[in-house]
């Protein structure tokens, strides 16, 4: 079966013109900058050079680690966290769901044989003698082996600190998110947008249930090739009219607004780590770069 990446470029899309380009569209906000999220070409170089340093640390201890590359054509990876899409997201690939189902195939696992070897799957994954355990904010807990090879390469690639400051973020990232979807100004544009939406003939109650639905009609597609360009048609449609309401309803705004005040709240006193963080992202993105 032929891939389907790119909807926009498989015949479903129902444009009846080129439209002249106009500015080019500024990023959809992400909690504090969008410091815990890589796009894929920065997934497959930092995912490359891990590996490499992977592979040097095992060698070190006596055993043997081939490099894996990353799967890539997960499009679902970089969706925005509060589902705002752009009409040009829409156009090309809609949510990225049917074209992710048709594209991702994870690599066969090289190191299979070796990963039945007590010692060498301790070598890589780390010891329950030298369990990290780390407080999170808001109560949440996270530990690392810090004997593993795995947490070796991670170390040296980003630094010694990366796995608390990184999955400190997460926590705040999700946090953030939360607060963002409960904020007033939030509601207030999806309530905007549902009415939009309605008149659309595209009727959903909430932010993320059009996407529900692709994922509904994928899985009851199968492998069935005239099924999945059908779903990738309904992605399409309803992307496409999702993308139109969000900016009739104002919704990037009322996200950018309301993710500013989150952030004062539940980003403060993290100031100091946030920018060390950054460093730390930029330097491993540095150490990686081909």
């Known amino acids: 079966m032929a891939l389907l990446l790119g909807l926009g470029a498989a015949g479903c899309s129902t444009s009846g013109g080129t439209a002249a380009p106009g500015p080019a569209p500024l990023p959809a906000p992400r909690p504090f900058q969008g410091v815990t999220h890589y796009p894929e070409p920065q ?3 930092l995912h490359t050079a891990e590996e490499e340093l992977v592979a040097a640390c ?3 201890r006596g055993f043997t680690y081939r490099p ?4 890539t054509g997960d499009h679902l990876a970089d969706l925005n966290p509060y589902g705002l899409l752009t009409a ?8 990225g769901i049917t074209s992710t189902a048709l594209s991702l195939r994870p690599p066969a696992d090289a190191n299979a044989a070796s990963g039945t070897d007590k010692r060498w799957k301790e070598a890589l994954l780390g010891t329950a003698a030298h369990r990290v355990d780390l407080e999170m904010p808001l109560g949440r807990k996270f530990f690392y082996h810090s004997d593993s090879c795995a947490g070796d390469a991670k170390s040296r690639l980003f630094g010694p600190d990366y796995y608390r400051l990184f999955n400190t973020f997460q926590v705040l990232d999700d946090a953030v998110v939360e607060k963002v979807r409960t904020d007033r100004r939030y509601l207030a544009a999806q309530d905007s947008w549902r009415a939009c939406m309605k008149e659309a003939g595209a009727e959903a109650k909430a932010i993320g249930d059009p996407q529900g639905t692709v994922d509904r009609q994928l899985r009851q597609a199968g492998r069935d090739r005239a099924k999945l360009h059908a779903v990738a048609g309904v992605e399409l449609k309803l992307s496409g009219a999702d993308a139109a309401c969000q900016a009739e309803a104002g919704l990037g705004a009322a996200v950018s607004a309301a993710q500013a005040d989150a952030e004062r709240k539940l980003g403060a006193g993290y100031a100091d780590e946030l920018a060390a963080l950054r460093h730390m992202r930029e330097k491993a993105l540095a150490k990686a770069a081909p």
């Open 43 to 45: 997934r497959v170089a």
């Open 88 to 95: 040009a997201q829409a156009a090309n690939d809609g949510y």
């Open 68 to 71: 894996q590359p990353l799967a």
């Open 58 to 60: 095992m060698k070190r």
